[in-house]
């Protein structure tokens, strides 16, 4: 580790040299720009519709996750209760060792089992539900959030909010899909480390299926992208909006400051990164609990606090979603920006969060399947809308329900403008609007979202290094190459601005959508058949202990 440590800074104190040139931060950003642009015109190609343009990556996210929502009779609905009883723990016995030698044979439960060391015997896996939910919520759970929530009020209106629930109920069924056969076509090293993801059940899945080409195809396909979206939305966003945070709380402005702060966040990410999933899982369990809490709690708040304008904020966002106002594109134009956040948000669709669920330890592929389910409703459904509500409030003006702000104001710009013509957007409003109501809070909004920030670059990092060593192999040196290079994206994502990294980020999440939903409309029966298996194995354990059979969970 010290190895990794000296070759971290001896590539990044330059950059520490190099950033007292006090343009740095511009020359960084219009370098970058160009490629942004570019990649995000190239991704968000549209069909139009209605009359209007409409990304075709957005189209086939909403068939996608509609189609999964129905097959599956709305998993977000009916295996909820399964997904918080299996994070609890409740089934852990069947998972590890599976129901028929627990529960079904009466030799594997003879006096001589002690059944304090049937532990011991556990399925493959390195990280158990809990950690790869924490994960997981990690990568997802961050500055898609807080600024992600702010950027779509500010081009789409309250309405904007609306479409970004409903793609967090819809994408609850296209997660429950990927991470169940992110599971069940995972790899298994020889010291028992794992690699999954889309790119292994795209190839691993589609060679089943008599689809060896394809599946090799949008395999390749995915880990290239995967390791784009790790460097983008997974890194430079959130260190930028850190970067942001951190500069107008400390009162910097321009120079050579983003760099600086850059650097000091790719050293403490790369201090973490190094020790692979069990430390960035040991990270995240201990940090994403905590930090939400902070943020859910200081969001309640404020939601108490303007407990008498909740039904007129609810009024405005389902309102705005039919009825949208002028300038926004009409109803399609808010609907796309819902969406687009969402899916940028909770990554339903992307692929990403199979990656660090393929790691957990079941027997069970479905198990956490509907464990990954629970992530869009968290991450959307529950914060994104906490975060749009505090906004909302915040821009009601008590004694007419009047705007302080335009929704709008600046076609197909991130940010707001306030009475005096003052544009806002991104993190910088949400921290307005949440210290508005709670003075001063904008110093531990700080703080939550450096851990936002930090959190999600870790997990996106492992993200990353899982599609890179699919590409270029497991060893030591081209691990090494990937690390530097992920740690010199948080520098760049600090020095940049909002829109350069918003486009570049957007484009390469959703870019991930094309080879993951192509395979999870292809592989989705290998999921009915794993549901079914899972549930029956429940099933059996129900029965046995309704027949006297001692419930082993408590021993685990």
């Known amino acids: 580790m010290r190895k990794y440590l000296f070759s971290l800074l001896a590539v990044l104190l330059p950059i520490i040299g190099f950033a007292q040139d006090k343009g740095i931060d511009e020359k960084v950003n219009d370098a970058f720009m160009p490629i942004a642009t570019w990649w995000e015109g190239f991704i968000l190609t549209s069909v139009p519709i209605a009359g209007l343009d409409v990304p075709i990556v957005v189209i086939l996210l909403v068939i996608g996750a509609t189609f999964f929502t129905l097959y599956f009779k709305v998993p977000s609905i009916t295996k909820f209760p399964t997904a918080i009883n299996t994070v609890r723990g409740k089934y852990v016995d069947i998972e590890k060792h599976g129901v028929d030698k627990l529960y079904d044979n009466d030799e594997a439960l003879a006096e001589e089992d002690i059944l304090d060391t049937i532990r011991d015997e556990s399925a493959h896996g390195e990280v158990s539900h809990f950690q790869a939910l924490a994960t997981a919520v990690s990568g997802t759970v961050g500055l898609g959030n807080i600024a992600g929530v702010a950027v779509a009020i500010a081009m789409g209106g309250p309405g904007a909010t609306f479409w970004m629930i409903i793609c967090g109920l819809l994408g609850m069924s296209t997660k429950f899909v990927e ?159 819902g969406f687009q956040r969402a899916a940028f948000s909770n990554e339903a669709g992307a692929g990403s969060a199979a990656i660090a669920h393929s790691a957990v330890r079941t027997k069970y592929p479905a198990s956490e399947g509907v464990v990954a389910l629970l992530e869009p ?136 959508v094309f080879p993951n939903m192509i395979g999870l409309l292809l592989l989705f029966p290998k999921v009915r058949e794993e549901m079914k298996r899972y549930l029956d194995a429940i099933a059996i354990k129900k029965e046995a202990l309704e027949e006297g059979h001692e419930d082993i969970t408590k021993h685990m």
């Open 179 to 337: 991470c169940t056969l992110g599971v069940k076509y995972r790899d298994v090293g020889d010291d028992g480390t794992i690699y999954g993801g889309p790119m292994y059940y795209l190839s691993k899945g589609l060679k089943a299926t008599g689809k060896a080409g394809l599946g090799k195809v949008l395999a390749v396909l995915f880990a290239i992208l995967c390791v784009g979206a790790s460097f983008g939305g997974g890194n430079a966003f959130q260190s930028n909006q850190a970067t942001v945070q951190i500069s107008s709380l400390m009162g910097l402005e321009g120079g050579a400051s983003g760099t600086i702060i850059g650097v000091i966040m790719a050293v403490l990410v790369g201090i973490v990164i190094i020790g692979g999933i069990k430390r960035i899982a040991k990270i995240t369990e201990k940090v994403v609990p905590f930090m939400a809490g902070i943020y859910i709690l200081a969001a309640l708040v404020i939601i108490f606090a303007n407990y008498q304008y909740i039904d007129d904020a609810f009024g405005l966002i389902i309102e705005g979603a039919f009825t949208p106002m002028a300038g926004l594109g009409g109803f399609m134009g808010v609907l796309i920006v």
């Open 377 to 512: 409703f968290i991450d959307t459904v529950v914060i994104c809308t906490m975060t749009a509500l505090v906004i909302i409030f915040f821009n009601i003006d008590g004694a007419n329900m009047q705007s302080v702000f335009t929704y709008g104001a600046v076609e197909g710009s991130n940010v707001m403008i306030n009475a005096t013509g003052e544009q806002i957007g991104g993190v910088d409003l949400t921290s307005i609007a949440f210290d508005s109501v709670i003075p001063g809070f904008s110093y531990v909004l700080t703080i939550a979202i450096v851990l936002f920030a930090f959190s999600t670059m870790i997990s996106w990092s492992y993200y990353g290094l899982q599609s890179w060593k699919y590409l270029f192999g497991r060893g030591k040196t081209a691990d090494m190459v990937y690390k530097i290079l992920f740690l010199l994206f948080v520098v760049i994502g600090a020095a940049a601005t909002l829109d350069a990294v918003i486009k570049f980020s957007d484009a390469m999440i959703l870019a991930l």
